[in-house]
T-cell receptor, first 117, second 109 residues
Framework: EAGVAQSPRYKIIEKRQSVAFWCNPI?????LYWYQQILGQGPKLLIQ????????DSQLPKDRFSAERLKGVDSTLKIQPAKLEDSAVYLC???????????????FGPGTRLTVL | QKEVEQNSGPLSVPEGAIASLNCTYS??????FFWYRQYSGKSPELIMF????GDKEDGRFTAQLNKASQYVSLLIRDSQPSDSATYLC?????????FGAGTRLFVKA
């Protein structure tokens, strides 16, 4: 079974530029998550999709970040314009179910390391 | 108060010893907890989940949940150098998943 795919793996941009990340979850997984992990910290949930609907985006800086999950499969996360403090690893994860309780084990992709200069 | 708190460490144990990792949480309504292991430069991978009070064992790993005291722990028996990683505690199970900052574990050969 293929895992969660993400691209690109690394990205270096200058502040005020825009950037987009792509994620392809495990086939059949209804729930998709985007996390931001700053060095030395735990992952912080940015947005959670259930199929193609947003379940939680309370920690997404909506003035600069946007995300979509068309057709309930692939997802893209965009930052426009980027700030220095956006330098982090952006992790995508998926799970079979997200709201039903119990074991909603999340499988993580390799992440995209973003450096904003 | 952070929703999920962990001691950042590092925790250093000799090979073969028991490593004890702890996590506390603030929301009494929290139902399920997860322990993830994250090697440097890699993504988190699930080790165990627990949602009932008491102990849950899986190989060398034992997760303990005490809802009255609002803490979760992970014990690693017979620690190996390959266990050296950051261990993330996460609250999930129907709630928004909240991760702690993680505890760095070093197992000395």
């Amino acid at each position: 079974e293929a895992g969660v795919a993400q691209s690109p793996r690394y990205k270096i941009i200058e502040k005020r530029q825009s950037v987009a990340f792509w994620c392809n979850p495990i086939s059949g997984h209804a729930t998709l998550y985007w996390y931001q992990q700053i060095l030395g910290q735990g992952p912080k949930l940015l947005i959670q999709f259930q199929n193609n609907g947003v379940v939680d985006d309370s920690q997404l800086p909506k003035d600069r970040f946007s995300a979509e999950r068309l057709k309930g499969v692939d997802s893209t996360l965009k930052i426009q314009p980027a700030k220095l403090e956006d330098s982090a690893v952006y992790l995508c994860a998926s799970s079979q179910r997200g709201l039903a309780g119990g074991n909603n084990e999340q499988f993580f992709g390799p992440g995209t390391r973003l450096t904003v200069l | 108060q952070k929703e999920v708190e962990q001691n950042s460490g590092p925790l250093s144990v000799p090979e073969g010893a028991i490593a004890s990792l702890n996590c506390t949480y603030s929301d009494r309504g929290s139902q399920s907890f997860f322990w993830y292991r994250q090697y440097s430069g890699k993504s988190p991978e699930l080790i165990m989940f627990i949602y009932s009070n008491g102990d849950k064992e899986d190989g060398r790993f034992t997760a303990q949940l005490n809802k009255a005291s609002q803490y979760v722990s992970l014990l690693i028996r017979d620690s190996q150098p390959s266990d050296s990683a950051t261990y993330l505690c996460a609250r999930g199970g129907g709630f928004k998943t909240i991760f702690g900052a993680g505890t760095r574990l070093f197992v000395k050969a």
